[in-house]
């Protein structure tokens, strides 16, 4: 299991702006390939990115798409026994007024990863990454795990430590 | 809500379970883990015409448990076949099937939370994985996928609620890939999603070779040359 947090520049409201796409307010899912992608058609999410969608409306929490609603984008689908999730961006000032926020999406992560792997003998790697603002000026804290099932609720501990 | 009905016949089920089981060793006589295969069949068409009951009931716990027993009756149905197959020196079946019964055991786990613990039959399976077959190579496709619908609702699978690989009323949510945009690469890795992708043959000078058995597969050539 490796939790890795390094601090990588904040490029995404200027990208979100020359590809002419929503800039984020709450917390959004970043394509995988948002730095390259000529234009929003080009743009590709995680193949996990529609299920993690529906949990986090199912409780309520705020993630809104970046692309304009019904634009055609696509989903890496990779057919190795890795389950990779989507990054989620959490903006500044919203993790601000939200404090625990970061928390409740740890938590509906790793219900989902456990619930996904029950039962399974040879399971694969887990991957997650968070991409935490703390004012839009300031570099972004990147947040990397790779590991077992069993450790992404290490995240959380984590996420406590950047909280303080 | 699980009725009385159910609970007996489930009470049935794992008595013939266990009575199937005691065939799933290599050293059973091939006759009688055939005349199995048809009892466990049998109890498989019960299972599914009470499901559907419930189903047509719209009892949901009844029939995400009814799932959980069919998926119970549908890993020990691939597991007597994979003894069957290992026998008759069908090997690639023999592999599938091991799959199919390693897959099924984990999705009646999953299936409903009073599903019967399935860790010893997932354990055993895994060493006779270990004990049978030589370690394979997979391969994996990377694709991206324009279109997708829900195999539950057939909404578009972005704008249902319905989560990939949970039970809904005895059936399991899959998205259905409509639109593949690019195939990106094929690797070859050890630990697939599906492992029925295994590589199932290699090559060596102008002749190809089974990676179970090793046998030399005919060529085209060779088969022409029969004929």
Known sequence: ?164 | MIGPDVVDFSQDFDARIKNAMRFCYFTRAIELQTKQIGKVEKLLTEVEILKNREIDAANEDAANYLLSLECVAKATLAELQMYIFLKTDQMGKAWDSLVDAQSEAQAAVKAHPKASPMDGVLKRLSLLERAFFPKPMFCSPSFTVRTSKCSICGEKYGDCGHIKGRPYMGKFCAEIIEKVDKLREVSMVDNPANRHARVIAYGEGKSKFDVLTLRRIPSDQDLNVQA
């Open chain 1, 1 to 164: 299991m490796a939790i890795r947090r390094v601090e990588v520049d904040n490029t995404i409201r200027k990208r979100c702006g020359e590809l002419g796409l929503a800039e984020p307010t709450a917390t959004a899912f970043i394509p995988t390939n948002l730095e390259q992608a000529p234009s929003v058609g080009d743009l590709v999410y995680e193949a996990s990115t529609k299920t993690l969608r529906k949990l986090l409306r199912q409780a309520s929490f705020a993630e809104s798409p970046v692309e304009p609603a019904g634009a055609s984008v696509s989903y890496l689908h990779e057919k190795a026994a890795d389950w990779v999730a989507p990054t989620l961006f959490f903006v500044g000032s919203f993790l601000q007024q939200n404090p625990t926020i970061l928390s409740i999406y740890v938590n509906i992560l790793s219900n989902y990863i456990y619930d996904l792997f029950k039962g399974g003998v040879r399971v694969g790697k887990v991957k997650a990454r968070l991409l935490i603002e703390d004012t839009p000026e300031k570099k972004l804290q990147l947040v990397e795990y790779e590991g077992d099932y069993r450790g992404i609720k290490e995240l959380a501990k984590v996420v406590k430590e950047l909280k303080k």
